[in-house]
């Protein structure tokens, strides 16, 4: 009897196990942009809200935003440079930088700790600076909600 219970108990367990590490493993799922891909999507978006633990996104998105030709633009700035340096205006030590892909997006899912560190968004003619440090990689939370775009030239 005591056999036969553990031959029953077991494949639960293991079923169990299974649909939990599935959940739990969806961080370690890489997801990286790089220039000239173009297999990204929702632009604007706040990313983090699908790319993040228990979300339908692949990956959990560590940095993450949209970059377009301006401000108050709806077009897209392809194939950006995204670099965080530890001073304002591109002074300090660079820290980490994420290449934006052909739909004006850049996300990673490496571990970088961009709280306190101050991005600049580098396009074909130009680079913009974000006077202030970030407090969140999740750039389109703030970015074309309660702030401008991102853009650069």
């Known amino acids: 009897m005591k056999f036969s219970l553990v031959l029953l108990v077991i494949p639960v367990i293991l079923f ?12 370690t799922e890489s997801n990286i942009s790089a220039n000239f891909e173009n297999e990204s999507h929702n632009n604007g978006q706040n990313c983090v809200s699908c790319h993040k633990s228990g979300g339908e996104g692949k990956g959990c998105f560590n ?7 301006s401000a108050t633009s709806s077009s897209s700035l392809a194939n950006v440079t ?7 205006n591109g002074q300090g030590t660079l820290k980490y ?6 739909k004006g997006n850049f996300f990673t ?10 991005p600049a968004i580098s396009g074909p003619t130009g680079t913009k600076y ?7 990689g ?3 939370s703030c970015h074309g909600n309660s ?7």
């Open 109 to 118: 899912t490496e571990d970088m700790a961009v709280a306190g560190l101050y």
């Open 63 to 69: 940095v993450c935003g949209s970059v377009y030709t």
């Open 138 to 140: 999740s750039c389109n």
């Open 82 to 88: 995204v670099k965080f340096y530890t001073q304002p």
């Open 147 to 153: 702030t401008d775009k991102l853009w650069a030239d």
């Open 16 to 27: 169990v196990n299974t649909a939990c590490d599935d959940k739990n493993t969806k961080c």
């Open 130 to 136: 974000m006077g202030s440090a970030l407090t969140s």
């Open 97 to 102: 930088t994420v290449k934006g892909d052909a």
